[in-house]
């Protein structure tokens, strides 16, 4: 899968960034302490982490603590320090550029997990709205169309009744199996043209939607696929509540 444009831009400026502040820092060196140096690289650190991955985070902070060595540390010009002080404060300097990057990225992660939570209960909410007022027909319609906006499906059909074949399956727990093997979803994407998805209740299946994903696109995180599920069982509600049905 290609990199982000963000995140390759990141990385460019993880390596840069630390740098040019260095370079810019370099005729100040003998008038301030290595200390306060430190604590302008760390600044740069800390714009790539919060901008950037994780992994751009990290790696400004290996450039800052190489550059602040190179450049404003004793002797100069060359990756060695002669002073202890000067080993402290650039260790420092690494310690919490990786601190806040690893910071900076859970942070992101934990917005991008409130929104996607409340966008996510939302449908199941109005699926469930949907299961209360008896309206089968209209839960099959709209979950097959949530289905398709959530995981990033080509296209997803329902097949009314228990006689299921053997297809890929999501399973309860989020996780794909084929045949009566785990299937390694994150490593090696979706398995095959079409996956099933059982609508069940009581452990009693009543059909199954089936899933076309498009051409190469990554597999949706668990949380999402744990979403999924929940929106087939509503409909599996919605089924046994209503009774036998024939396809339309």
């Known amino acids: 899968m290609r990199m982000p444009l963000r995140d390759r831009i990141a990385l460019v400026a993880a390596l840069?960034?630390?740098?040019?502040?260095?370079?810019?820092?370099a005729p100040f060196r003998t008038?301030?302490?290595?200390?306060?140096?430190?604590?302008?690289?760390?600044?740069?650190?800390?714009?790539v982490a919060a901008l950037g991955s994780r992994a751009a985070g990290v790696l400004a902070a290996l450039?800052?603590?190489?550059?602040f060595d190179f450049f404003l540390t004793r002797p100069y010009q060359r990756f060695t320090i002669s002073h202890g002080d000067d080993i402290t404060?650039?260790?420092?300097?690494?310690?919490?550029?990786?601190a806040v990057s690893q910071l900076a990225a859970r942070a992101r992660t934990l917005?991008?997990?409130?929104v996607t939570?409340?966008?996510?209960?939302?449908?199941?909410?109005?699926?469930?709205?949907l299961v209360q007022a008896g309206a089968s027909y209209a839960v099959v319609d709209q979950v097959s169309q949530q289905l398709v906006e959530i995981l990033g499906l080509r296209s997803c059909?329902?097949?009314?009744?228990t006689l299921l074949g053997r297809h890929p399956r999501l399973e309860q727990d989020g996780s794909v199996t084929v045949g009566r093997a785990s299937w390694n979803l994150e490593k090696d994407g979706w398995p095959g043209e079409e996956i099933e998805l059982r609508a069940s209740v009581g452990g009693r299946y009543l059909g199954r939607f089936m899933l076309v994903p498009e051409s190469g696109a990554a597999p949706p995180p668990l949380q999402t696929r744990l979403v999924a599920v929940s929106l087939a069982d509503h409909v599996g509600s919605a089924l046994d509540t209503a009774g036998?049905?024939?396809?339309?």
């Open 89 to 98: 404060t650039m260790l420092l300097l690494l310690a919490v550029g990786v």
């Open 16 to 25: 840069l960034a630390p740098l040019v502040v260095a370079l810019a820092l």
């Open 63 to 67: 450039s800052a603590a190489a550059w």
């Open 157 to 161: 059909r329902f097949e009314h009744g």
């Open 31 to 47: 008038h301030m302490t290595s200390a306060n140096l430190a604590l302008m690289v760390v600044v740069v650190v800390v714009a």
């Open 117 to 129: 939570d409340a966008a996510l209960l939302a449908r199941i909410h109005d699926t469930a709205s």
């Open 244 to 248: 036998p049905v024939l396809d339309r």
């Open 111 to 114: 917005k991008l997990v409130t």
